[in-house]
């Protein structure tokens, strides 16, 4: 006879729910030479997104003349972002594949948000350095880079150096993951490095999927696991696209401080 196990639900280190973020802000302009930036916070994972618009394109487009702009991401890690001090994720010039793959991701994840055919022969840098990592720092790198990514060419808009949005949607990412048997919202590190499956979910605000990062962790995990981490994915992005859609609406608001970093 099959045996029906009680598993007892599950306990979170930080008392969260099974379906609950971790507390998320957005402070915009903390590196007022990028040309807009935002430290970005899921709990106690911190990251610095900068984004830096350049009038200019790298030198192959202009040989293929090729229309249009060019979006490149850097991650990574201080090290001092970790509880025992990481090594550079450079070393002679050399990136590690943890960061060069996720940087990878926030390329394309960014790509997926901007029409670069509206930019003009302009570069966009996305630079994401984490602060302090405690699971999540690629989807947080991701939501807030697409934060700052908004501000940025907003401000373009603002100045006349473009005459419409080239914003398509607005990109967020979080991570689910299953423990114990259970899905999980937004992992932190003692949940993540535990995890039998961990997920990063990278989608628009009109529910659309742009990347999806899952495995087993030496597990394997079934379509109805799956769909209740979607389920609770998507809960969660909804809910992080609505505060995104708030930072930028303020930072957009006319004031002094508008156009800095791009005089
Ligand atoms: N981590 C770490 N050192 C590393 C890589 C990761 O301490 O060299 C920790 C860090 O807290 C990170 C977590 O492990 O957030 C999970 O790492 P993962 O590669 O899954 O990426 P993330 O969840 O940060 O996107």
Known sequence: MAASVMIPRMERQDKRLVDQLRPISFETGIAPNATASVLVTFGRTKVICAVTIEEDVPRWMKVQRVEGGW???EYSMLPYSTLDRKRR???AGKLDGRSSEIQRLIGRSLRAAVDLGKIG???IWVDCDVLQAD????TAS???ASVALAIAVNKLVAQGKLAESPMKRLVSAVSVGMLGGEALLDLCY???KDAEVDMNLVMTDRGEFVEVQGSGEEAVFTADQMSRMLELGRKGLE???GLQRQVIADADKPDADALEGLS
Do not use: S
């Open 190 to 192: 003692v949940e993540d």
């Open 89 to 91: 994720d450079i070393t």
């Open 135 to 138: 699971g999540g720092t690629r």
């Open 71 to 73: 979006l490149t991401a």
């Open 239 to 241: 809910e992080i696209a």
């Open 142 to 144: 991701i939501t807030g």
């Open 121 to 123: 022969q302009r570069t």
